[in-house]
């Protein structure tokens, strides 16, 4: 077994020195099963909110769903969406969305308001409101995703939580993770430092920000995607071969996002290795010595979840304490990679 008390080092020594003030990480080395936990997460089944790290879970959905009805792949939102009609959204496609190739960013989208308030104010959106121009790469951390949450509900008339939690996270072998609600939220809270002291962080919902759970679990929806679709707990299969291809090649390549400001590489709803931009300086990487065929995505100032095919490595990490980019990214890298020197 791989002996990983270097990165447990590490990870002590920032809730020591309350730079974080709990941490929760599972890596799976092959098919072995490591995992981490300190400070406020208590036990490993703990639940912790992962933010933007859930977005792949939406975007696997959405495969799920264009592999039964591979007519929708390229049809405009206002074919599913007559309250996007005669608008800029409404002729932009699930590939842009998926990418982050409309142009448009919502930063701060009131998800929890009334689904025909949110409509009003995707309908009148365009990207010259953003500074940017149709089609540009920048990241849009709300509003696409939101869009694809209606998406899923519509195409698979149900609620997409329930389809996500039935037909993608249970067969992956991550029956416990949820998407929070104002009624529910992790177990552990996201901080931020106020001063010396850490203070609740405010909560986030949807498609886009709302995934909680154990890092173990999502740990594993990476190892069923390393296992080639299906997982090896429950023996079910969540994205088909050619899916899976669509899902983790690159469709958004050597573009600056005007989010990141920085090159980064996208497959489908998810970010593919981008070192080669930047090993020291690209945000929400997989470590320096990633491989070109990881592929994951981070969570806002706090995670990260992968999976490094030609590395055989699945790893979710997530820092409870919030710091900002110019902190969070080197610290991240610093566990990365030391987590993959004991792995190696």
Not at 68 to 87: G, Q, V
Not at 161 to 187: D, I
Not at 312 to 333: D, F, S, T, W, Y
Request: hydrophobic content about 35%; proline content about 7%.
């Amino acid at each position: 077994m791989p002996d990983i008390s270097p990165t447990l080092l590490l990870l002590e020594d920032g809730v020591r020195e309350n730079r974080w003030a709990g941490f929760t990480l599972a890596a799976f080395s092959g098919d072995q099963l490591l995992s981490l936990h300190g400070g406020c997460v208590t036990q490993p089944t703990d639940s912790v909110p992962w933010y933007s790290a859930g977005k792949p879970i939406a975007a696997i959905g959405v495969l799920q769903l264009l592999a039964r009805e591979p007519h929708l792949t390229d049809l405009p939102m206002k074919s599913t969406f007559p309250e996007l009609a005669s608008s800029f959204l409404g002729d932009r496609t699930l590939t842009d969305i998926l990418t982050h190739r409309t142009g448009l960013r919502f930063p701060d989208l009131p998800i929890l308001s009334d689904e025909k308030d949110i409509f009003a104010i995707l309908s009148r959106a365009h990207p010259r409101d953003f500074g940017l121009q149709p089609g540009q790469a920048a990241y849009d951390p709300r509003g696409g995703w939101w869009l694809l949450g209606q998406w899923l509900s519509r195409h698979a008339q149900q609620p997409w939580a329930t389809f996500l939690l039935k037909n993608v996270l249970e067969p992956s072998g991550a029956p416990n993770m949820f998407f929070a609600t104002p009624s529910q939220h992790a177990s552990i809270s996201m901080v931020e430092k106020k001063g010396e002291r850490w203070t609740p962080a405010p909560e986030s919902y949807g498609t886009g920000g709302g995934l909680c759970g154990s890092a173990t679990e999502l740990a594993q929806l990476y190892h069923c995607l390393l296992s080639g679709g299906t997982s090896s707990s429950t023996g079910s299969p969540i994205l088909d071969t050619t899916s899976l291809q669509k899902f983790t090649q690159r469709w958004r390549e050597g573009e600056f996002d005007s989010t990141f400001r920085h090159i980064v590489d996208f497959g489908l709803g998810i970010i593919v290795d981008s070192n080669r931009y930047g090993p020291t300086t690209i945000p929400y990487g997989f470590g320096t010595h990633s491989s070109q065929t990881a592929y994951g995505h981070g969570g806002a100032r706090s995670s990260i979840a992968f999976a490094d095919p030609q590395k055989k490595i699945a790893v979710a990490l997530c820092l409870i304490g919030l710091a900002p980019e110019n902190v969070h990214q080197p610290r991240m890298r610093a566990i990365l990679d030391q987590l993959r020197s004991d792995l190696a």
